[in-house]
């Protein structure tokens, strides 16, 4: 029998998050998400999100705060980690896009909601 899980998703027609991200593929465990043409701006208020997450800066340039005081700037090419329930915050320096995935999924079971809180 075929595994019937496999899926494709147009960025084109994904839906959109409350704080402007794509959702792209999502699964069980993991999930991808765009941010596409983030503008630049003041530094966000910091969180702790309920699930790790890793990403690609295909366009841009923003800077990556980390509880502790580390500050991580981040260029097109480079690649990150935030793990979970880490304090972090990112100001936005160039227009800005890049490919998140996160474990678990950011968007199942209301958890970026209740990080926003």
């Not at 043409?37 to 790790?52: I, M, T």
């Not at 366009?59 to 097109?76: D, F, S, T, W, Y």
């Amino acid at each position: 029998m075929a595994d019937t899980s496999v899926i494709k998703v147009s960025s084109q027609r994904s839906p959109h998050g409350e704080m402007g991200q794509k959702y792209l593929a999502s699964g069980i465990s993991l999930a991808m998400r765009l941010w596409e043409n983030e503008a630049p701006g003041p530094r966000q208020k910091s969180v702790r999100r309920p699930y790790e997450t890793v990403g690609y800066v295909l366009r841009g340039k923003a800077e990556l705060h980390l509880e502790g005081g580390q500050m991580i700037v981040l260029n097109p090419g480079d690649s990150w980690v935030v793990p979970k329930d880490e304090e972090h915050a990112y100001r936005i320096l160039e227009t800005f896009t890049a490919i998140e995935a996160t474990h678990p999924p950011a968007q199942m079971h209301d958890r970026d909601a209740s990080a926003r809180a």
